[in-house]
């Protein structure tokens, strides 16, 4: 794979091959920046975030892994490749816990991941609300939180879905403001208000 630079600039972007980028690739090529996903064949770069995004991330991953049980383990900003040209980075997952193998794992399987989550930012909200669900859902993922701030207020919002198996798409279950608590994929009940979100 080779690189034209740019004119008027040092760096030096990838040229994507003809049918897109691999799983492989993207774990192969070199000073790519840190948390690059790939979604259909296409390399996307994360944008700085940010302080809403931070906190919530963090407000979960305490939050479940505070109640997660012996099998499963909580993780933030990991690679869940869902097929060969797909490898989003969910901001926060549960996987079963087998399936950390080693403190130099870089991805987990779609089969291996119970929850994905995902906090939207300005830059990603097509990708958060629209292409990543519906490639989790048809990966088999079978649940999926959506994270967003809402109202005037920015009031933090998690939008709760299950997947249907029989079309393979996800069903909203709950909207939650101020308490999150729900039974799957094991009993949460967290603390999302405002003021907790800004004591972190």
């Given at each position: ?146 994270v967003e701030m809402a ?18 798409a996800y069903a909203l ?28």
């Amino acid at each position: 794979m080779t690189a034209e630079p740019i004119t008027g600039h040092s760096s030096r972007w990838p040229v994507p091959p003809q049918d897109g980028y691999t799983v492989d690739d993207l774990f192969t090529l070199p000073d790519l920046p840190p948390h690059t996903e790939l979604l259909d064949g296409s390399l996307i770069f994360v944008s700085p975030q940010r302080i809403f995004h931070s906190r919530m991330i963090d407000l979960l991953t305490y939050g479940l892994r505070s109640g997660a049980p012996r099998e499963l383990k909580v993780v933030r900003e990991m690679t869940v490749a869902l097929d060969r040209r797909n490898a989003p980075e969910p901001d926060v997952s549960v996987v079963r816990a087998a399936a950390v193998t080693g403190r130099e794992l870089t991805r987990f399987d779609a089969a291996d991941v119970l929850l994905a989550v995902e906090v939207v930012s300005p830059d990603s909200e097509a990708r958060d609300r629209d292409t990543k669900p519906q490639k989790y859902a048809a990966a088999g993922i079978p649940n999926f939180w959506l994270v967003e701030m809402a109202g005037s207020d920015r009031h933090p919002v998690v939008r709760v879905y299950e997947l249907d198996p029989v079309n393979k798409a996800y069903a909203l279950t709950g909207i939650h403001h101020d308490r999150l608590k729900t039974g799957v994929p094991f009993p949460v009940d967290l603390d999302i208000s405002p003021e907790e979100l800004d004591a972190l």
